[in-house]
C-alpha cells in the first residue's frame, strides 16, 4: 500500500523561505510528497510518483528535461537553483505544462542539507498515531518545544551546527542570526563571535540552567532563551528559542529544561547508533579493499549501485609519524566535498578512499585535482608533507582490490624517491612504478644479484669509499664524466680513477651493456640491503 505522504503546502511550511520559494505550483498545494529524490545531472532524467527530485547540478533551463520527466512520472515537485531572475519564467512555464510543482533553492543552500531537511520533515511526525513512534526525531522536539514556548526553535551542536529547527509559518518573525543560520546550516561567525564576547557560550558549556539573551536591533538580533544540552559533564549541544512578534510563554524557560533533558538523550542514542553504524561500514569497506569481502554487503548497507565505475585514492605521509585522526578527519571532509558516496579507510600507514558510483568518463584530471586539494590543506594547515596515488577506475566494486592494489604500486614507488609527483596516477610514473617492483623482486631474492657487485657495496663499507655511487653516476650520465662528476662534486679525474678501480676489485666489465643494465638497477638497493 503507498504512503498517503505529507502535503505540498505541509513540507513548504517546514522549509521555510530561507531555503526554498514555490515558484508554481500547477496541481494545488495538497499534492502528497511522500520521498525525495536526487537527480545526479549524469543520471538520465527520470522520477516516481509523489517524489521531491532534486536537481542538482542542473541550473536554470537545464532543469527543463527533469521538469518534463516528473510531470510525466506524476512527482510532486522539482526543486532546482537559478542563476539568473529571467530564467524562473520559463521554468514556471514547463512546470505549469508539466503539471508539476516547482520550487527555487537559494543558491547558498547546500543540497545535502536540504536533502536531510525535507526527508527528516516526510517522514517526521504528521499524526497522533505516529507521534510516539517517531518522538526521537529532533524535528520533532524542536517543534514540539516551538509549541511550548511560543518562539521559534533551533537545536545545534556543540561547533553552532543546526541539527534540527521548528518551521514557522511567519517568515517576518524569523531574525537574521536564525534566517543565515539555517541557510548556512550553521551559525554565521560575526554573530556567533558576539555571543562568545557577551559570555553565552561559557554559560551553556558549564550550566544546566537557561540564559537570555537581549535584542539588539542593531545587529539583526531579537531576544532569545537558549540552554546547554549536556551528558553528564559532557556538553552535546544547545537550544535556541527566539522571541517572534509575540512574547514568549511564561513557562518558556521550564520547556526548555525539559526539552535540553530530553534532547541530551537522543543526541546519546544517535551517537550509539551511528557508531555501531560507522564500526559496520569500516569493517566492510577494509575487507573490500583487502579483498577478503565481497561487494555485496557494503552495497546492500550503503544503497550503493555495484556496477557503476569506482576507483580508489591512497595517501602516504612522508617524512613523518602519520597523526591519523587528523589526517583522516581532513581528507574525509575534502573528499566529502567532491563525492558525496566517498568511503575512508586507514589501513596500516596508509589512509584510503574509495569513490563508488562515479560519473562514467569522469576526467582523471578532476580526481587527480581532489587529490591535490587534500595534499595542499595537509600541507597548508596541519604542515604534513602527503603523496597521493590514484588507483586504476574500475566498472563496479567488485574490481575495486584491483584499483586498491594499482594506488599501492604507485605510493610505493613514490617512496623510494626520485622526481615524482605529489599527486600521481599509473601514467605520471610508469617507469619508476616498473623500476621499483624490479627492485623489490632484487631485494627479495639475493640470488638474482650480481655478487660481484655486491662486494663492491662490501669494500666500501668497509673501507669508507664512494666506488659503487661512483659507477651509478657514471652510468647514469650515460659516460659523460663531467656530468657525472659535477653532480658528485669531484673533479674528472677523480671519477674516472673510482670506475677503473671498481672495474680492477671486482672483475666488472663496464663496456659490456649486459653487465652495465645489472649494475644500474643492483647498485640502486640500499645498501643495508646488500649484507
Known amino acids: 500500500m503507498t504512503a498517503p505522504g505529507l502535503p505540498l503546502r505541509q513540507l513548504l511550511m517546514s522549509l521555510g523561505e530561507p531555503l526554498v520559494e514555490l515558484q508554481a505550483a500547477p496541481a494545488g498545494l495538497d499534492v502528497p510528497v511522500r520521498e525525495v529524490a536526487i537527480l545526479d545531472p549524469e543520471d538520465p532524467a527520470t522520477a516516481n510518483p509523489g517524489e521531491l527530485v532534486l536537481a ?29 531572475p529571467g530564467q524562473a519564467d520559463a521554468l514556471r512555464e514547463a512546470a505549469t505544462e508539466a503539471g508539476v510543482a516547482l520550487l527555487s533553492v537559494r543558491s547558498e543552500t547546500r543540497w545535502e542539507h536540504l536533502d536531510a531537511l525535507a526527508r527528516a520533515v516526510i517522514n ?114 544547545t537550544i535556541w528559542v527566539q522571541e517572534g512578534s509575540q512574547p514568549l510563554a511564561p513557562q518558556a524557560e521550564q520547556a526548555l529544561v525539559g526539552a535540553a533533558r530530553v ?8 551517537r550509539r547508533e551511528l557508531s555501531a553504524d560507522v564500526r559496520l561500514t569500516q569493517t566492510l569497506l577494509t575487507g573490500l579493499l583487502e579483498g577478503s569481502t565481497g561487494p555485496q554487503s557494503l552495497a546492500t548497507h550503503l544503497g550503493l549501485h555495484q556496477h557503476r565505475p569506482a576507483t580508489v585514492l591512497a595517501y602516504a605521509a612522508v617524512g613523518a609519524d602519520l597523526s591519523r585522526t587528523e589526517v583522516t578527519g581532513l581528507i574525509s571532509v575534502h573528499t566529502a566535498a567532491r563525492h558525496r558516496s566517498a568511503l575512508l579507510a586507514p589501513i596500516d600507514s596508509r589512509v584510503y578512499v574509495l569513490l563508488p558510483e562515479l560519473p562514467v568518463n569522469l576526467p ?11 595534499v595542499d590543506a595537509a600541507r597548508d594547515h596541519l604542515g604534513i608533507s602527503l603523496r597521493a596515488a590514484i588507483g586504476s577506475t574500475e566498472h563496479g566494486l567488485a574490481a575495486v582490490p584491483a584499483s586498491r592494489a594499482q594506488a599501492d604500486r604507485i605510493l610505493d614507488a613514490m617512496g623510494r624517491g626520485g622526481v615524482v609527483p605529489e599527486v600521481a596516477a599509473l601514467i605520471d610514473v610508469q617507469a619508476e612504478v616498473l623500476l621499483s617492483e624490479v627492485l623489490a623482486l632484487l631485494q627479495e631474492r639475493p640470488a638474482l644479484r650480481d655478487p660481484r657487485l655486491v662486494a663492491l657495496t662490501e669494500y666500501d663499507a668497509r673501507h669508507g669509499t ?66
Open 56 to 84: 542538482i547540478g542542473a541550473r536554470g533551463r537545464a532543469a527543463l528535461p527533469a521538469l518534463r520527466a516528473a510531470g510525466r512520472a506524476r512527482a510532486a515537485a522539482v526543486a532546482v537553483k537559478l542563476d539568473a
Open 124 to 237: 517526521g511526525p504528521d499524526t497522533p498515531e505516529t507521534a510516539d513512534h517517531n518522538a526521537g526525531d529532533l524535528f520533532s522536539l524542536a517543534q514540539t518545544t516551538a509549541v511550548l514556548t511560543g518562539g521559534i526553535v533551533s537545536i545545534e551542536d556543540t561547533s553552532s551546527r543546526v541539527l534540527a529547527y521548528s518551521r514557522s509559518a511567519d517568515s517576518d518573525e524569523v531574525d537574521d542570526l536564525r534566517r543565515l543560520s539555517i541557510l548556512g546550516w550553521q551559525g554565521p561567525e560575526p554573530y556567533l563571535s558576539k555571543l562568545r564576547e557577551w559570555g553565552i557560550f561559557q554559560h551553556l558549556r558549564s550550566s544546566d540552567s537557561v540564559i537570555a539573551v537581549e535584542p539588539h536591533p542593531e545587529l539583526g538580533l531579537r531576544r532569545r532563551l537558549a540552554i546547554g544540552i549536556r551528558a553528564g559533564a559532557q556538553p552535546l549541544g
Open 263 to 270: 534532547a541530551a538523550a537522543q543526541l546519546v542514542r544517535r
Open 364 to 374: 582523471m584530471t578532476t580526481v587527480r585535482d581532489w587529490a591535490q586539494e587534500v
Open 466 to 531: 664512494r666506488l659503487a655511487e661512483s659507477v651509478l653516476a657514471w652510468l647514469d650520465a650515460l659516460g659523460e664524466v663531467r656530468v657525472a662528476a659535477q653532480a658528485l662534486h669531484i673533479h674528472p679525474n677523480t671519477l674516472r680513477y673510482r670506475v677503473r678501480r671498481a672495474e680492477q676489485l671486482t672483475g666488472i666489465d663496464l663496456a659490456q651493456p649486459q653487465q652495465r643494465l645489472l649494475a644500474m638497477l643492483q647498485l640502486r638497493l640500499p645498501s643495508d640491503q646488500e649484507h
